[in-house]
């Protein structure tokens, strides 16, 4: 229990001190104006409150991965608290505030159009398949998840098809009609949701006392597996996750102030970290240690927030937690397939003012993934992990360049970027989706493919700072 609180603490202290701290390195200017105001077109770019912004921010990132990711992260025991609140303060925040901010610098530009201008034109086209590919994975995850879900809650009177295109039907309208018009009204509803279940969960595992085990450097290895790199891959949202950086140019493009980014940006990457803890903890305490929660987990990971939901509320307060749960992917999902159709708009330079211009850019990635609901739900969520947190590198060494160019403290996100690129890389080595190499040789092939990336970006870095390379591409020079 004590590690659990005091998990939780250092992530709301680390908000207000190593947020401040990354906010003055980039230093936000509060007399510039945003595409909010620049760009206004009534669809994707139109100012919004703060409220509203990080509401939706929260509801966009925190999908099923900061309540799946660490309830299967919860196999490794309370080594798992490490990484959330680690991670999350010192890499997924730091990704979150840092994409979402030289984003505003650059007219809302989603991650392709940055890479592309700081990493270069190769770089461009690699990540708009990767983002692409990620949003596709993301928005197919987050049909099937909460429609089993549903289908669970309703006792099966309903069948899975009809919840699964009931859903589909919801994404579209989400994909296709102005912002304000279904994610900036229906958000504020969900999101209350989503506290009532967040919250209720929380507080139930402290005023029952649950045996929620301390940290420990022991018994951290379900079925012999390595503690690195499947612990990084498994809790990706909750922690750090490239997914959020397809998602930050959305608010980017509807935030009223540069001031308002640590809040939006940051801030909410805590909450989301402080989401996973408690579902961590759920897990670790509810089935009596790593062989219960193994025997729940066959069901997928939707049993055991069912069964926890009911445990710690009674039936109707887990009811109302379950469809908190619900709502978390339906609020991300809505808003990947939207962020794929903005990506893949921007790429081909077609304005999305026109309902058709946004219709045949969607319709083609909702048949794509009602192909992909076919595959199993493991094996997508194995290949979501890798291409998220793939994405979650390739940003934050877009974040260091835009940082070394500016000639300020570049470590802030070099320093995550540099761990999660050998992580990934051992991940993808060692993986059966990937190379299956055995995992010493992996290490090994993983820092030489490290280090040369780490060459790559300085002699890259250096010829950028020569060139002169803008930072921004409007409104001109920030100091």
Same mark, same amino acid.
């Given at each position: 229990?004590y590690?659990?609180i005091?998990?939780?603490?250092?992530?709301?202290?680390?908000?207000?001190?190593?947020?401040?701290?990354?906010?003055?390195?980039? =230093?936000? !200017?509060?007399?510039?104006?945003t595409?909010?105001?620049?760009?206004?077109?009534?669809?994707?770019?139109?100012?919004?409150?703060?409220?509203?912004?990080?509401?939706?921010?929260?509801?966009?990132?925190?999908?099923?991965?900061?309540?799946?990711?660490?309830?299967?992260?919860?196999?490794?025991?309370?080594?798992?608290?490490?990484?959330?609140?680690i991670?999350?303060?010192?890499?997924?925040?730091?990704?979150?505030?840092?994409?979402?901010?030289?984003?505003?610098? !650059?007219?809302?530009?989603?991650?392709?159009?940055?890479?592309?201008?700081?990493?270069?034109?190769?770089?461009?086209?690699?990540?708009?398949?990767?983002?692409?590919?990620?949003?596709?994975?993301?928005?197919?995850?987050?049909?099937?998840?909460? &429609?089993?879900?549903?289908?669970?809650?309703?006792?099966?009177?309903?069948?899975?098809?009809?919840?699964?295109?009931?859903?589909?039907v919801?994404?579209?309208?989400?994909?296709?009609?102005? +912002?304000?018009?279904?994610?900036?009204?229906?958000?504020?509803?969900?999101?209350?949701?989503?506290?009532?279940?967040?919250?209720?969960?929380? =507080?139930?595992? %402290?005023?029952?006392? &649950?045996?929620?085990?301390?940290?420990?450097?022991?018994?951290?290895?379900?079925?012999?597996?390595?503690?690195?790199?499947?612990?990084?891959?498994? %809790?990706?949202?909750?922690?750090?996750?490239?997914?959020?950086?397809?998602?930050?140019?959305?608010?980017?493009?509807?935030?009223?102030?540069?001031?308002?980014?640590?809040f939006?940006?940051?801030?909410?990457?805590?909450?989301e970290?402080?989401?996973?803890?408690?579902?961590? @903890?759920?897990?670790?305490?509810?089935?009596?240690?790593?062989?219960?929660?193994?025997?729940?987990?066959?069901?997928?990971?939707?049993?055991?927030?069912?069964?926890?939901?009911?445990?710690?509320?009674? *039936?109707v307060?887990?009811?109302? *937690?379950?469809?908190?749960?619900?709502?978390?992917?339906?609020?991300?999902?809505?808003?990947?397939?939207?962020?794929?159709?903005?990506?893949? &708009?921007?790429?081909?330079?077609?304005?999305?003012?026109?309902?058709?211009?946004?219709?045949?850019?969607? %319709?083609?990635?909702?048949?794509?993934?009602?192909?992909?609901?076919?595959?199993?739900?493991?094996?997508?969520?194995?290949?979501?992990?890798?291409?998220?947190?793939?994405?979650?590198?390739?940003?934050?060494?877009?974040?260091?360049?835009?940082?070394?160019?500016a000639?300020?403290?570049?470590?802030?996100?070099?320093?995550?970027?540099?761990?999660?690129?050998?992580?990934?890389? *051992?991940?993808?080595? !060692? &993986?059966?989706?990937?190379?299956?190499?055995?995992? !010493?040789?992996?290490?090994?092939?993983? @820092?030489?493919?490290?280090?040369?990336? +780490?060459?790559?970006?300085?002699?890259?870095?250096?010829?950028?700072?020569?060139?002169?390379?803008?930072?921004?591409?409007?409104?001109?020079?920030? @100091?």
């Amino acid at each position: 229990m004590y590690t659990f609180i005091a998990g939780v603490l250092l992530l709301i202290i680390g908000y207000f001190t190593y947020g401040k701290f990354v906010e003055k390195i980039f =230093g936000p !200017n509060s007399g510039r104006q945003t595409p909010a105001f620049t760009r206004t077109d009534g669809v994707d770019y139109l100012p919004m409150s703060e409220k509203k912004n990080s509401l939706i921010q929260l509801l966009n990132i925190a999908g099923v991965g900061p309540i799946f990711g660490p309830i299967m992260g919860a196999l490794y025991g309370p080594v798992a608290f490490l990484w959330i609140v680690i991670g999350c303060i010192f890499a997924g925040a730091v990704h979150d505030y840092l994409t979402g901010m030289i984003s505003i610098r !650059n007219r809302g530009a989603h991650l392709p159009e940055l890479a592309g201008k700081f990493l270069g034109k190769f770089m461009k086209h690699m990540v708009n398949f990767f983002a692409v590919l990620l949003l596709l994975l993301v928005g197919t995850v987050f049909v099937t998840a909460p &429609a089993g879900l549903l289908h669970t809650l309703m006792n099966g009177s309903v069948a899975m098809g009809v919840i699964i295109a009931a859903i589909f039907v919801y994404y579209l309208l989400a994909t296709l009609l102005p +912002i304000d018009k279904i994610i900036g009204r229906f958000y504020p509803v969900f999101g209350a949701l989503l506290l009532v279940s967040a919250v209720g969960v929380g =507080g139930m595992l %402290i005023i029952t006392g &649950a045996p929620i085990p301390e940290l420990s450097l022991t018994n951290m290895h379900p079925d012999n597996l390595p503690i690195f790199p499947l612990l990084f891959l498994t %809790i990706s949202c909750g922690a750090l996750s490239g997914f959020h950086a397809t998602q930050t140019p959305i608010i980017s493009r509807t935030t009223q102030n540069e001031r308002q980014g640590r809040f939006i940006f940051y801030g909410m990457m805590i909450a989301e970290g402080i989401i996973a803890m408690i579902w961590a @903890a759920a897990a670790m305490s509810v089935f009596d240690g790593s062989a219960g929660l193994q025997e729940v987990l066959a069901g997928g990971p939707g049993a055991v927030v069912s069964e926890v939901s009911i445990a710690l509320l009674g *039936a109707v307060g887990g009811t109302l *937690a379950v469809l908190g749960v619900i709502i978390l992917p339906i609020t991300s999902g809505d808003t990947a397939f939207r962020s794929a159709r903005m990506i893949i &708009a921007d790429y081909i330079n077609v304005a999305q003012t026109k309902m058709m211009s946004r219709i045949w850019i969607a %319709i083609p990635l909702f048949v794509l993934s009602f192909a992909l609901t076919k595959i199993d739900f493991t094996l997508l969520w194995r290949y979501f992990s890798w291409a998220n947190q793939s994405t979650a590198v390739i940003a934050l060494w877009v974040a260091t360049m835009y940082l070394f160019i500016a000639k300020k403290n570049y470590w802030i996100a070099m320093i995550p970027g540099v761990f999660m690129t050998y992580t990934t890389f *051992a991940y993808i080595l !060692n &993986a059966q989706i990937g190379f299956g190499l055995s995992i !010493n040789v992996s290490y090994i092939v993983a @820092a030489i493919a490290t280090v040369a990336i +780490i060459a790559i970006f300085f002699i890259a870095a250096k010829k950028a700072r020569l060139n002169n390379i803008p930072l921004e591409d409007e409104l001109g020079n920030v @100091a």
